[in-house]
């Protein structure tokens, strides 16, 4: 499916179930982590018509922020183009009444973004890891102690995901420069939006997006091995390390009008607008 408006993006999406079935939309995480036909599964095929798409820049849609160049894929992707999206697919499949609208974590963070925005479409909102992407949730899970790492790495200076992640925790700070590690989020940004100009450049990228995707996913899950880094593929850790801080670096693009701001509270500022939404 073509973006709307004068853009490059072109959107992936799938279903599944049955076209006489309440319609629901996956909104998958990361950001840039992709959909997974699995997450239909939990929806009866024969109730509901379960529909996924990939979200600018990543997995199936084009263009790919895996690409040396990132730029045309972080080109026109904020949290508004993302919910235009949605409602372009939602013409697209002739979707004209409610729906159920599923996310979780990153994803949850856009569903309620997309309700508050077109609360008359949506039939309810099912939320798992619920994400408000204030300056304080993203410090929580990316700031942590980082600054004081270096003088002591146990030391428990400010609430933090790290506190529960220890052993992963130690090996995203490490990747990091000490003297940059007063803004974790922001030199993240910096690395990940370079353009490689030689191998040695390009080994950095990797390395940066592969420390960022590793300390995501081991933070996500509860039973994941902390030793486990480093495993995911080159394109799958530039895809979603790059889009993820693009989004994290501008607030989730949940300022006013849509724009950049690290300190909103965008979501909780308009959570009435809800009010008529079993979740």
Partial sequence: MAAPG????RIYWEEYGSLAGEPVIVLHGGPGAGSHG???????????????FDQRGC?????????????PALTDNTTQHLIDDV???RHELNINGKMHVFGGSWGSTLALA?????PATVQTLILRGVFLCRRADVDYFFQGNAAQFGADPLAMSAPGAYLDFPTAWGHFVDVIPPED??????VL???????PRTDAERE????AASACLAWEGSASRLNRDENSHGQANQKCALTTARILVHYMINGGFLGAGGEANRDNNYILDHVARLRDIPV
């Fill in 38 to 52: 699995s997450s239909a599964r939990f929806f009866n095929p024969q109730r509901y018509r379960v529909v996924l």
């Fill in 204 to 207: 950095r990228l990797v390395k």
């Fill in 114 to 118: 997309y309700a508050i925005a077109h």
């Fill in 6 to 9: 004068f853009s490059e993006h």
């Fill in 181 to 186: 590690r007063g803004d974790v989020v922001k």
């Fill in 189 to 195: 940004a910096k690395a990940l939006s370079s353009l």
């Fill in 87 to 89: 409602s372009a697919l």
């Fill in 59 to 71: 997995g199936k849609s084009t263009p790919c922020a895996s690409d040396d160049d990132a730029t």
